[in-house]
């Protein structure tokens, strides 16, 4: 069992930052692949960044890149997202995930088979 624990969620004017922290706990979670998702009200979960297990390969999605940067210290169990230049779209829940099972994929949600309870980012105008 793995358990995700996300923090740094608040409201934060547009143009600002916001550094959000995945803390995880259990059995062998930093030799597992992280990602952050977001979800709108009314929308779908969407991707948002993954990190390898060692940290040296990290993905983002096409809305996010060269704004957010995802990386992890596995000394501390802890993954993080670095937000800049927020905008008003990227108003969302945050969601911090593990992949225990070593998929080969990482912007899909099935990718994932843990999950944090989110926590909420508002971007205002």
């Known amino acids: 069992q793995v358990q995700l624990v996300e923090s740094g969620g608040g409201l934060v004017q547009a143009g600002g930052s916001l550094m959000l922290s995945c803390a995880a706990s259990?059995?062998?979670?930093?030799?597992?692949?992280m990602g952050w998702f977001r979800q709108a009200p009314g929308k779908e979960r969407e991707f948002v960044a993954a990190i390898s297990w060692s940290g040296t390969s990290t993905y983002y999605a096409d809305s996010v890149k060269g704004r957010f940067f995802i990386s992890r210290v596995n000394a501390k169990n802890t993954v993080y997202l670095q937000m800049n230049s927020l905008k008003r779209e990227d108003t969302a829940v945050y969601y911090c995930?593990?992949?225990?099972?070593?998929?080969?994929?990482?912007?899909?949600?099935?990718?994932?088979?843990?999950w944090g309870q989110g926590t909420q980012v508002t971007v205002s105008s």
């Open positions: 995930a593990a992949d225990s099972r070593f998929s080969r994929t990482h912007a899909y949600t099935s990718s994932y088979d843990y």
């Open positions: 259990g059995r062998a979670s930093s030799s597992y692949k």
